[in-house]
């Protein structure tokens, strides 16, 4: 609406056509209406303040208080002063006996952690993933860093600059409002029924509380950001986005080797899974394969103590002469003609022995004639 308010010159216009009054259009009308109302610009402009005041608070806000979080953040973190010391020892020992024994480095330098690999080609372990090897050996609990110093992702976002100019822009509106309240306070042909006073002067009150507010928590993050300036220190031509990006990068990479360091470990413990179950199921095999041998070798070997056993009581002898009588029984049988027990029965039996290996074997010689 503040785009379409008559200009000075559009109502000194207006009012020289007063008499054509009837035949202003609807746009001329308007203007012609507006023009009416006493400080009809400054009103509009305290009304649109008025209504966008709430949602610029509510953006300015939240930006100041991560940003005096982030600064406490990163100059009290104990897990971040655990990292710094271990990348700064380890880059004083690769520098040793040219630029090592350094006090400390520029946050800068955190960024080149992760340009510095290992020397096998084509691998993707930086000094990083190295530091956080032996982090997650001996400082565990540093590689929960994201939860001490979180805050510097929204930080770095911030440009203190700009959100000064912001707070600035916003005490300024409320100033303008304040000498609006004033001069409509002082006006002696005041329209009855007229609320600006009350509407304006009710919104004065609250806002100035947030006013206060703002500008104290202004004060606070510079205040902040001086001290971890110096802190960490940093020149006061530093951007306080540059600054907290630097951080912000790093925990983004910080996080990304964890993770990397983490997959190679589950990749590991996977390989050795298989090996260890290959290595078992050999080993079951082997097993099988030796007790089958030995089951073979143990009925041989009972086999071979049962023959031997009956060759001793004789039962053997029997089990065979019984056998040969049933084959010259069923050869009577077959043939119609006995065949006489003598010596055709004993030459029989001898083939019998002769036949049978296992007995030659055991030194059985053929039987004798009676």
């Known amino acids: 609406m503040i785009k379409f308010l008559p200009l000075p010159d559009e109502v ?29 610009d400054q009103r509009i402009n305290a009304l649109f303040f008025q209504r966008k005041f709430p949602e610029r608070v509510s953006e300015i806000k939240p930006q100041l208080q991560a940003f005096i979080t982030a600064c406490q953040e990163i100059r009290t973190s104990p897990k971040l002063k655990t990292v710094l010391e271990l990348v ?84 300024k509106g409320l100033r303008a409002i304040q000498k609006e ?87 590991k413990a996977e390989e050795e899974k298989r090996v260890r179950l290959a290595a078992e199921a050999a080993r079951k095999e082997e097993e099988r394969k030796k007790n089958r041998t030995a089951r073979m070798k143990a009925k041989e070997a009972g086999e071979f103590d049962e023959l031997v056993s009956a060759l001793r009581s004789g039962d053997f002898y029997e089990t065979e002469r019984g056998r040969s009588r049933a084959n010259t029984s069923h050869r009577t049988n077959t043939l119609g003609n006995r065949v006489p027990r003598g010596r055709n029965s004993t030459t029989t039996e001898s083939r019998e022995r002769e036949r049978d290996p296992l007995l030659m074997a055991l030194g059985a010689g053929p039987a004798t004639d009676l």
């Open 88 to 171: 700064l020892a380890c880059g004083n020992y690769m520098n040793k006996g040219n630029r090592g024994n350094a006090f400390g480095f520029e946050i800068a330098s955190l960024s080149k952690i992760t340009d510095t690999k290992a020397g096998v080609s084509g691998s993707r372990v930086t000094l990083l993933h190295y530091i956080l090897q032996q982090c997650a050996e001996k400082f565990p609990e540093v590689l929960r860093l994201e939860m001490e110093i979180g805050t510097v992702r929204e930080a770095s976002k911030v440009v203190m600059n700009d959100l000064e100019k912001d707070i600035i822009a916003l005490d």
């Open 12 to 40: 000194e216009l207006l009012e020289a056509h007063i008499d054509d009054l009837a035949r202003f259009g609807a746009a001329e009308r308007f203007c012609y209406e507006i023009s009416r109302i006493n400080h009809y």
């Open 181 to 267: 309240i004033e001069v409509q306070k002082n006006l002696k042909d005041r329209v009855v029924g007229d609320r600006f006073l009350d509407v304006a002067g009710e919104f004065d009150s609250l806002a100035g509380i947030q006013m206060v507010e703002l500008n104290d928590m202004l004060a606070d993050m510079k205040k902040e950001y001086a001290a971890v300036q110096a802190f960490y220190g940093e020149g006061s031509k530093t951007s306080s986005d540059e600054f907290f990006g630097h951080f912000k990068n790093f925990l983004q990479a910080f996080n990304d080797a964890h993770k990397d360091n983490l997959e190679t470990l589950r990749k």
